[in-house]
T-cell receptor, first 112, second 118 residues
Framework: GDSVTQMEGPVTLSEEAFLTINCTYT??????LFWYVQYPGEGLQLLLK?????DKGSNKGFEATYRKETTSFHLEKGSVQVSDSAVYFC???????????FGTGTRLQVTL | NAGVTQTPKFRILKIGQSMTLQCTQD?????MYWYRQDPGMGLKLIYY???????DKGEVPNGYNVSRSTTEDFPLRLELAAPSQTSVYFC?????????????????FGQGTRLTVV
């Protein structure tokens, strides 16, 4: 079945550091890939998405490229801010599976 | 612009009690989902629905029931509450064309219901 594997957290970085959160997936069909962010006490919000191989999703300085050859969708940001502290979830959706599948989430803590 | 609305936001139940978590969306989405999120853990799918009148089990359906009589509403029912059901529950909705074709779905989440069973 479909699955998403994320690097375990927490990830602790200083402000302005470079961020990478790894995500790999297993899926049948042609999945769409997503990164969601959850700020403390809130629900999940879509951060970015990519719907086909080699697409790059980007938003708020975050980027992720859909790599079909490595089945990966790693999240990157060149310079993190304290306000980026949150839990980040990688997810996929395939029409055949008819549901979203999430990774376990990676907590990011950014300090001054 | 309501999006996905969940009620209540907080609830404390005694063991053996029952309750219904309400979820409504106003975006005419065909897919709806219920997830639970345990402390420090990811999201686990409880039930989902691909349209009115159609529901299916997710990873952790035991102890829960759902119905989807309309496109807008997808209530989650707990019949005999147990401490293991203490969690934060999220409802979500999305639109998908489904089938073998590529899907381009963004899920919208409610704010969550924090449930404690004592």
């Amino acid at each position: 079945g479909d699955s998403v594997t994320q690097m375990e957290g927490p990830v602790t970085l200083s402000e302005e550091a470079f961020l990478t959160i790894n995500c790999t997936y297993t899926a049948t069909g042609y999945p769409s890939l997503f990164w969601y962010v959850q700020y403390p006490g809130e629900g999940l919000q879509l951060l970015l998405k990519a719907t086909k191989a080699d697409d790059k999703g980007s938003n708020k300085g975050f980027e992720a490229t859909y790599r079909k050859e490595t089945t990966s969708f790693h999240l990157e940001k060149g310079s993190v801010q304290v306000s980026d502290s949150a839990v980040y979830f990688c997810a996929l959706h395939t029409g055949t599976a008819s549901k979203l599948t999430f990774g376990t989430g990676t907590r990011l803590q950014v300090t001054l | 612009n309501a999006g996905v609305t969940q009620t209540p936001k907080f609830r404390i139940l005694k063991i053996g009690q029952s309750m219904t978590l309400q979820c409504t969306q106003d975006m005419n989405h065909n897919y709806m989902y219920w997830y639970r999120q345990d402390p420090g853990m990811g999201l686990k799918l409880i039930y989902y629905s691909v349209g009115a009148g159609i529901t299916d089990k997710g990873e952790v359906p035991n102890g829960y029931n759902v119905s989807r009589s309309t496109t807008e509403d997808f209530p989650l029912r707990l019949e005999l509450a147990a401490p293991s059901q203490t969690s934060v529950y999220f409802c979500a909705s999305s639109y998908s064309i489904g089938g073998e074709r590529r899907s381009n779905t963004e899920a919208f989440f409610g704010q969550g219901t924090r449930l404690t069973v004592v």
